[in-house]
C-alpha cells in the first residue's frame, strides 16, 4: 500500500483520548529497538497485536536489541571476561601451571569476537521478530501526531503510519562535559570500538560505566587515571563497598583522582593532554567520558504509573523515562505494558527490591546483611567479591518474598563457598537509629 509523503510542519500533539471504532495501520508502533522495543514488540504480538518497530531512533548507531546488545552489557562483559583472563592466567602459576611463554593480548582479536556475538545476537533477535509477526522498519521514527509517527528510510524517503498506541523506547545517550577539546574525548559507545588499544587512559567519571572501563582497561595493560568529583567511586551504593572498591582499584594500580574534575583536553604530538581544575596534567591516548546520560532541555519523558504519558495513546518505557535505568527494568516495565493495553490486566511496574551490579575483577570481598531489628525482615544485601551478581541475584528472590534474619539463618550454606556466608552471620556490626533505610545494593 503507498503511504503519503509528509510536509515538515509543526505536528500538535495536544489532542484527546484514542478514538474507538478508528481504523488505524497498527495497534501500535514501537520507536527504538532495545531491551524495552524488543520486548513490548513480542508480547504485544503475542496477545495479537499487529505492529511495527524502528530500530533506529535519533542515535546515529541503529539495529536491534539496542544498548544493551549492540554497544553497553554485552559486549561490555566480553570485554571484562577478556581482561580477566590476564589476571588468571598470572593467578595460574601460583597452582602448578607453568607457563614458559610470555601472556600476549591481542586487542584486534578480542573486538572480533565482540563483533561476532553482536552480529549473532542481532541476528536472533531479528528472527524471533519475524517469527512474531512484527514488521522491522529499517530507518528513524519520529512522532507527527497523537496516532502517526513519520518514518525516514535510510534512503531519505519520508513514510507516515497510523497507530493506536505509540510506544517511545529510545534509551539513552552518553553526556559530554561542556569543556574546551571535548571532541577529543569519546564516550563508551565509541570505547567499545577502539580500533587500537589505549595504553595511557583518563576517565572522567565513577559510576558503573567508568569503574568498568577502569577495570577492563587495567586488566588488559593500560595506564589508567580514574577522576571524579566524590570522596568515593560508584554514588548511590552501600558507603561500604564503595571504600572496598575505591582500595581494589588502587591495589590493581589504578590512579584514583577524588573531588576532582576536568578542566581542558589538548591534542598534543604525544597524545592527548588533560588538564585537571587542580591544574595537573595527565597525558593520555584515550579520554573516556563516563559521567552519566544525557538530558534535553525538557527532561526525560514523563510517564503515570503505567507508563502513559500525557498524550493517552503515546506511552514510554526504559531509559527514555529516567526512572531506572537497567535492561531489567525496561524489560520488566515493556512486559507490563503488553498485559496492561492488550492483554486485559492493569499492572504497574514494581520498583523494589532492584538487585544491580558493577562488573569487575575482585580482589577482596565484603558481604552484608540490613536488617529490621523490630521486624526481623532482611531489608537489603550487598556484596563486593567475586561472583557477586550471581549471589545477589538469588538473595533479591528471597527479600522480595520479605525473607526474616531467622530465616537466612535456618537455610543450610553450600560449603565452601561465599555465598554460605549470607546465612552464617551471626554477629551484629552496627546498630543504626532513625527512620532513614540504610543504603545497600537492594
Not at 45 to 57: C, E, Q, R, T, V
Not at 360 to 374: F, G, N, P, S, Y
Amino acid at each position: 500500500m503507498a503511504r503519503k509523503v509528509l510536509r515538515d510542519d509543526e505536528p500538535d500533539l495536544n489532542k484527546g483520548e484514542v478514538v474507538e471504532g478508528t481504523n488505524f495501520d497498527f495497534d501500535l508502533f514501537i520507536i527504538g529497538a532495545g531491551s524495552g522495543g524488543v520486548r513490548a514488540a513480542r508480547f504485544s504480538s503475542n496477545f495479537g497485536a499487529k505492529l511495527p518497530f524502528d530500530p533506529i531512533s535519533s542515535e546515529t548507531i541503529g539495529g536491534v536489541g539496542g544498548t544493551c546488545v549492540i554497544r553497553g552489557c554485552v559486549p561490555k562483559k566480553i570485554l571484562v571476561y577478556g581482561a580477566t583472563y590476564g589476571g588468571e592466567l598470572e593467578d595460574a602459576r601460583n597452582y602448578g601451571w607453568e607457563l614458559s611463554e610470555n601472556i600476549d593480548f591481542n586487542w584486534k582479536k578480542l573486538l572480533q569476537k565482540k563483533t561476532d556475538e553482536i552480529n549473532r545476537l542481532n541476528g536472533i533477535y531479528k528472527r524471533l521478530l519475524s517469527n512474531a509477526g512484527v514488521k522491522l522498519f529499517e530507518g528513524e521514527g519520529k512522532i507527527a501526531g497523537p496516532n502517526e509517527v513519520e518514518v525516514t528510510q535510510l534512503d531519505g524517503t519520508k513514510l507516515s503510519y497510523t497507530a493506536k498506541h505509540i510506544l517511545i523506547a529510545t534509551g539513552s545517550r552518553a553526556q559530554r562535559p561542556n569543556i574546551p577539546g571535548q571532541e577529543l574525548g569519546i564516550t563508551s559507545d565509541e570505547a567499545l570500538s577502539l580500533e587500537e588499544f589505549p595504553k595511557r587512559t583518563v576517565i572522567l567519571g565513577a559510576g558503573y560505566i567508568a569503574v568498568e572501563f577502569a577495570s577492563i582497561w587495567r586488566g588488559m595493560g593500560s595506564d589508567v587515571n580514574l577522576v571524579f568529583r566524590r570522596e568515593l567511586p560508584l554514588r548511590g551504593f552501600d558507603d561500604e563497598m564503595r571504600a572496598v572498591v575505591a582500595r581494589n582499584l588502587e591495589g590493581r594500580g589504578i590512579n584514583l583522582h577524588p573531588r576532582t574534575n576536568l578542566k581542558e583536553l589538548i591534542k598534543t604530538d604525544d597524545g592527548i593532554k588533560v588538564i585537571t581544575d587542580h591544574g595537573e596534567e595527565l597525558i593520555a591516548d584515550a579520554v573516556l567520558f563516563a559521567t552519566g546520560v544525557e538530558v534535553d532541555k525538557s527532561g526525560a519523558i514523563k510517564v503515570d504509573e503505567y507508563s502513559r504519558t500525557n498524550i493517552p495513546s503515546i506511552w514510554a518505557v526504559g531509559d527514555v523515562t529516567n526512572r531506572f535505568n537497567l535492561t531489567p527494568v525496561a524489560l520488566m516495565e515493556a512486559s507490563l505494558f503488553a498485559k496492561t493495553v492488550f492483554g486485559g490486566e492493569s499492572l504497574k511496574p514494581d520498583y523494589n527490591d532492584i538487585p544491580y551490579a558493577v562488573f569487575r575483577r575482585q580482589e577482596k570481598t565484603i558481604m552484608k546483611l540490613v536488617v529490621d531489628a523490630q521486624t526481623d525482615k532482611v531489608l537489603g544485601a550487598s556484596m563486593c567479591g567475586p561472583d557477586a551478581p550471581e549471589i545477589i541475584q538469588g538473595i533479591a528472590i528471597g527479600l522480595k518474598c520479605g525473607a526474616t534474619k531467622a530465616q537466612f539463618d535456618s537455610t543450610v550454606g553450600i560449603h565452601p563457598s561465599a555465598a554460605e556466608e549470607f546465612v552464617t552471620m551471626r554477629t551484629v556490626t552496627r546498630r543504626v537509629t532513625g527512620g532513614a533505610k540504610p543504603k545497600t545494593s537492594l
